[in-house]
């Protein structure tokens, strides 16, 4: 009888002083020769996160943002860029910017993008002259001072802003309207940046949305259309003389190394990726099956390394956590790794 | 911790972490076991319409509540309650006043149906009922139902359903006594204040009721999130509730020759609900603005025949349900959205025996017309469902064996977006249940149902994600259950168990299927349950003024996702639906004075269906106390006061990821009644 009293006591004690599991400290002091992963997330799960691939070992980190600094990245994980020594966050639903250093990834602010209240829901970001510039899909681009880590102004543009891109002294962003859907925008401003108002409106096709600019300043941008046989997804560019044109070439996003633009798409409905390659300088295809999609389950990006391989983001269905396939030269798969959830962006450290 | 799981796998013996969790999972039921306690069953039956109370378990109702037990256990709402069912799945987004669905043994909500005084509460909409509006303080009894029943006072329909919730409510019963009132007010943490108020005319033969609620909430309560480096508390939001309800009811028995009795009964309801939606807690941002309208209305009545060899219940019931929903916030080129819905019901039918010495003859039939304008672009859904159905069950010397077939019959018809299709499903279902003569206070039953549900007007014709090649989303079930009663001298003991087999295919999931933005319907899906459950009742009459009562109930079942071989979530366990779930509750009555204690424990759950740790959502384990005095006057008058806390423990949790719970809470309650 005492020891069964025993055995009850004992294991009240133990589940009255159960505490929660603290977080295991694996904290890091350098990061390279790596790639740096944005793992999107699903919506409302506050699940984005930053995944790190040790390219001498082959190792993966997951949680790498909540290892550094102990808390989540946030929900929505949209865009990455590294400027002047600091690693940006575009955090989609969380509406925040965060800024890391970007060798220890340890915060150096988080920017609340809030406007009376509201979150802005920022969604892409470039750099020009010591200024980050957000599109948020409040309708705005934030400009931010990257040496006081302030708002310094923001200008109204159209709805939904998504890609942006700079040529010279031009702020291109692409009006996507995509939460008025079927009623979307269509359209893509040029932005003055010495005087920050809106100079040029370029009508593309429905919902654009990926903005690339050349050395020739030439603009391209996907206008998504309604993903439909009546207006497919496809490649547009705006010349610099401020020609229109529809190249005809199936696109979902894009993105460039020098010269060369890679166009990433994904037909949903037979479940096949295609990376096209386009020379941007001879405004030609290279290559219109750059490599083998069907090692791919759900294409859901490209990024060109330095090196001659080629990494493709593969969100498998969108609610399971996806990996980074790394392809040769000759479009053959290499290595897999696996990281987080929907992964949208990487950065390849030296 | 540790000391415990070191105890549990000296036990058990040590299989890795499925182990540890087994083991964590005993430790909290022998701690449940030996801190908490609970009621025996009675339950309410008809009876050649006569109603009839009595103290013995039936094997078909999985679980019920009487009114008593419903009031000794103080739960907010009907959600709030159906978490003690074993093998239900309770969505609760965020307590009081949020919005709760049940899955039992993963079959999705869609599955189950809700029975109001005998009236389905259909919402061909999306599928589902909002289990948080319905308010139990005019509520008779609850019983949720699994197995295949032959109840003529349940529709065809509901018969057909994969599981069913039936409520009986004090507007439709008939009187005890010529004049009966009900009243009561509760006002708790949290801004939360209710009043209720019912009045009954009449007797066994006539009545006439009327009742009207209301209840208050602000849901301003304060969490603190998991993870969180600051531990900073914060405070919910954009959660309020505010609803009225106002019902009337009649209803009259007569006889025409001898053995003939007739019985008519009539009901009508309004509600309104205003309820905010402050959504998933979304780390770093503003709550949203979000607020849902509800008003409904019902209007039925039914008619039931009963003599020797014959019974039979026809029944019609017209029901308006008017949903708004506005985000103020909305940043799409109007700035804001403002959604607006009207679902017209008409459903009708009936359900016959005919009794020929040990046989019984079941037949009946359903029809129900659905009818959906919008202000979205969804065109104009109009539905017409035929359920029919015939089934005979026999009386054998050891044995009573039943055989069901439905056909059920969808026609859809949207003529602004040109679509019209139809579906025809055969529904078998079998029991086998051993009578009380082969085994006296032990009986067993074995059973299989198949059922189907078609998809809902927003599955078919939501803008964007709409699919209207969609076909009907079917279900198997199989159960093989026991029951023993134990009644001597002031001891009684009530064991049932069941295990259990579902399989769900054709099920209807969102896909991505352009971006992660666009979604789409799909017939992709596929579900396999298998699972146990086992609960123990108890009650002991210690003396003349003290009786103590214990229930307790514990379930295991694997809900796993078979949709597709190379998924990397193929076979795990799908989104918040813990493998395991444990119940107590225990009640001791000394004179005036009751003292009710229970727990919950739910298991360990998916935020989505891969299994991973990050996914991982932390089990459970909540504690509500409360203690009542009943003051009795002359004149059978009783004045109840009643005080409680709720999760005792203050734990900080939430069942769905980032749907956080309120903390410790408060109430008091004064009910009388005559």
Not at chain 1, 127 to 146: E, L, P, R
Request: proline letters at 3%.
């Amino acid at each position: 009888m005492n020891y069964r009293l025993y055995i009850i006591f004992i294991i009240i004690l133990t589940v009255a002083c159960k505490k929660e599991d603290p977080p295991v400290n694996e904290e890091k002091d350098h990061f390279s020769n790596g790639l740096l992963v944005l793992n999107e997330g699903l919506f409302q799960q506050n699940n984005a996160s930053l995944s790190w691939i040790d390219l001498s070992s082959e190792a993966i980190t997951t949680q790498v943002f909540f290892k550094q600094n102990e808390r989540p990245l946030g929900d929505t994980g949209n865009d990455m860029a590294i400027y002047g020594g600091k690693l940006y966050i575009v955090v989609n639903a969380s509406s925040t910017l965060e800024v890391l250093n970007a060798r220890t990834l340890k915060s150096i602010k988080q920017i609340p993008l809030q406007y009376n209240g509201q979150g802005q829901q920022p969604r892409h970001l470039a750099f020009h002259q010591n200024k980050a510039y957000v599109s948020s899909y409040d309708g705005f681009v934030n400009i931010i001072d990257t040496s006081t880590l302030s708002i310094k102004n923001r200008i109204a543009v159209g709805e939904n802003p998504e890609g942006i891109a700079i040529v010279g002294d031009q702020l291109y962003v692409a009006n996507s309207g995509g939460l008025s859907y079927p009623d979307v925008d269509s359209t893509v401003y040029a932005i003055d940046l010495i005087s920050e108002t809106v100079k040029d409106t370029f009508v593309v096709g429905k919902n654009p949305g990926d903005v690339v600019s050349d050395k020739e300043d030439d603009i391209y941008v996907v206008k998504r259309g309604d993903y439909g046989d009546s207006d497919p997804s496809e490649l547009v560019r705006i010349s610099a003389a401020g020609t229109i044109m529809n190249l005809g070439i199936d696109a979902s996003f894009i993105t460039k190394k020098k010269d060369v633009m890679y166009i990433s798409h994904y037909n949903y409905d037979s479940g096949e990726g295609t990376v096209t390659t386009f020379d941007l300088l001879n405004e030609a295809i290279i290559s219109s099956d750059h490599i083998n999609g069907a090692q791919v389950e759900t294409l859901y990006g490209v990024h060109p390394s330095s090196s001659e391989v080629l990494y493709i983001y593969d969100a498998m269905n969108f609610t399971n956590t996806g990996y980074i396939r790394k392809f040769n030269d000759n479009g053959n798969l290499i290595q897999s790794y696996h990281v987080g959830l929907n992964p949208t962006k990487l950065i390849h450290y030296e | 911790m540790i000391l415990l799981s070191t105890v549990c796998n000296f036990l058990f013996g040590k299989r890795g972490v499925q182990s540890h969790h087994f083991s964590q999972f005993c430790g909290y039921c022998m701690l449940c076991f030996f801190s908490c306690l609970s009621f025996a069953q009675s339950d309410t039956s008809e009876y050649e319409g006569v109603t009839v109370i009595g103290k013995h378990a039936k094997i078909d109702e999985h679980n019920s509540y009487n009114r008593q037990e419903i009031q000794a256990l103080a739960p907010a709402d009907l959600g709030i309650l159906l978490k003690r069912v074993s093998g239900a799945t309770i969505a609760d987004y965020g307590g009081i006043g949020s919005m709760k669905t049940i899955s039992v043994r993963g079959l999705g909500s869609t599955h189950t149906g809700v029975l109001l005084n005998g009236f389905p509460q259909a919402n061909p909409q999306n599928g589902q009922t909002d289990l948080s509006n319905f308010q139990l303080e005019n509520t008779e009894s609850v019983a949720v139902s699994i197995a295949p029943l032959q109840k003529i006072k349940v529709p065809v329909s509901s018969l057909m359903q994969g599981n069913m919730i039936a409520l009986e409510t004090f507007q439709q019963t008939f009187a005890n006594r010529p004049f009966m009132v009900r009243a009561s007010t509760t006002i708790g943490s949290f801004g939360q204040r209710e009043a209720y108020a019912g009045f009954k005319l009449g007797n066994q033969r006539q009545f006439l009721s009327s009742s009207a609620q209301f209840r208050s909430y602000d849901g301003d309560f304060h969490y603190t999130l998991p993870h969180d480096n600051l531990n900073k508390e914060r405070v919910r939001s954009n959660n309020n509730l505010t609803s009225y309800n106002f019902s009337i009811g009649c209803g009259k028995k007569w006889r025409t020759g001898k053995n003939i009795r007739h019985r008519v009964r009539m009901t009508s309801q309004v509600k309104h609900i205003q309820r905010s939606l402050p959504g998933a807690v979304i780390l770093y941002n503003s709550p949203t603005n979000e607020q849902l309208t509800t008003q409904q209305k019902q209007l039925g009545g039914d008619y039931s025949i009963f003599s020797k060899r014959f019974r039979l219940r026809a029944f019609a019931n017209l029901n308006q349900q008017q949903l708004r929903y506005f985000d103020p916030d909305y940043l799409n080129n109007q700035g804001f959205i403002d959604n607006q819905y009207d679902n017209k019901n008409l459903q009708g039918g009936f359900h016959g025996k005919w009794t020929w010495d040990k046989l019984h003859l079941h037949f009946g039939s359903d029809i129900a017309l659905h009818h959906l304008n919008s202000s979205r672009n969804l065109g104009v859904p109009q539905r017409s469902t035929s359920i029919s159905m015939i089934g005979a069950s026999k009386k054998l010397s050891h044995l009573s064996v039943n055989a069901t077939l439905f056909h059920h019959s969808i026609n859809d018809q949207n003529a602004p977006l040109t679509h019209q299709s139809s579906y025809n499903r055969w529904n078998p279902q079998f029991t086998i249940t051993t009578s009380e003569e082969l085994l006296d206070n032990l009986q067993f039953t074995l059973w299989y149902k198949h059922a189907s549900r078609a998809p809902t007007f927003n599955e078919l014709y939501y803008s964007q994600i709409g699919n209207t090649t969609l076909i009907p989303e079917e279900s198997q079930q199989m159960n093989f259950g026991y029951m023993w009663l134990f009644n001597q001298n002031s001891v009684n003991v009530a064991v049932k168990g069941n295990v259990f087999y579902n399989n769900v295919h054709n099920k209807i999931v969102a896909l991505p299927t352009q971006n992660l933005f666009v979604w789409s319907i799909q017939n992709v899906g596929k579900v396999q349950t298998y699972g146990t459950d086992l609960s123990f009742e108890l009650g002991v009459q210690i003396s003349h003024d003290l009786r103590i009562e214990l229930a307790s109930s514990v379930t295991h079942q694997s809900v796993t996702d078979r949709s597709k071989r190379s998924s990397p979530s193929y076979g795990d366990q799908i989104a918040n639906t813990p493998r395991w779930t444990q119940s107590n509750d225990l009640q001791i009555k000394w004179k005036q004075w009751t003292l009710t204690s229970s727990s919950l424990y739910i298991g360990e759950r998916y935020a989505l269906n891969e299994n991973n740790v990050t996914n991982q959502l932390d089990a459970y384990l909540v504690f509500d106390a409360n203690i009542n005095y009943a003051w009795k006057m002359k004149k059978s008058r009783v004045l109840n006061v009643q005080v409680g806390v709720k999760n005792l423990a203050n734990r900080s949790y939430y069942h769905i990821n980032y749907f956080v719970m309120p903390g410790r809470n408060y109430f008091i309650k004064l009910a009388y009644e005559l």
